[in-house]
């Protein structure tokens, strides 16, 4: 059976936690049009789950499968089930599953020791426009000396780049500033 949104809401692969999600429990963003136009859906996917209560689902349609977001909204406590639709057409379900999902830790801290104190390579990268930020923070990985760090400054918080890091194995840790922007200090 499809729902209204044209996901498969029955069959064997469904997880049974999503299967026991009624329709109306389901937020739907569907971002295909926007990313054909060019633009970054990445600020309107993250108001959208933002805005979810914890009985919620998201579902997201997106013209490819958006695997770096897989990492980011597992730090927030969802799991997904991805479904390939057509050339171009996918349906993802993102979902709290169980106690676990619940008490998911928030992004905003890392696991591992604090940052080093001391001098930091000071990477500001605000008032760029995605993926400027991340690709500039990255760049400037290599610069960090054993027992340094690099302290950036974002407009947003780089939720993208935070599997990139993890990739790398950098600890990292963010707080939002009360002038308004988020300054991410990075380690190894």
């Keep these: ?9 029955e069959g064997p692969s469904m997880p ?16 295909r049009d926007q990313v054909r136009a060019g633009e970054e859906p990445f600020q309107r996917i993250m108001q959208t789950v933002m ?10 349609y997106n013209i490819f499968e958006p695997i770096p977001l897989y990492g980011v909204l597992a730090q927030r406590g969802f799991t997904h089930w991805t479904q390939k639709r057509g050339p171009q057409d996918w349906c993802i379900t993102f979902y709290r599953a169980g106690e676990q999902a619940a008490t998911a830790p928030a992004p905003s801290a ?24 991340m690709a500039k923070i990255l760049e400037n990985l290599p610069r960090i000396a ?3 760090h ?35 200090r990075i380690w190894k």
């Design 51 to 60: 805005s979810l209560k914890d009985d919620q689902a998201f579902v997201l």
């Design 1 to 9: 059976m499809m729902n209204e949104s044209g996901c498969h809401s």
């Design 146 to 148: 054993a027992g340094g």
């Design 150 to 184: 690099i302290l950036a400054m974002t407009d947003r918080r780089p939720m993208l780049l935070y599997p990139k890091l993890e990739e790398r194995g950098f600890s990292f840790s963010t707080e939002e500033t009360t002038h308004g922007w988020f300054e991410t």
């Design 110 to 133: 890392a696991p591992g020791p604090a940052a080093p104190a001391g001098d930091a390579i000071v990477v500001d990268a605000r008032g760029l426009e995605p993926p400027q930020p």
């Design 16 to 31: 049974e936690a999503l299967r026991n999600i009624p329709e109306d429990r389901r937020v739907v963003l569907d971002v």
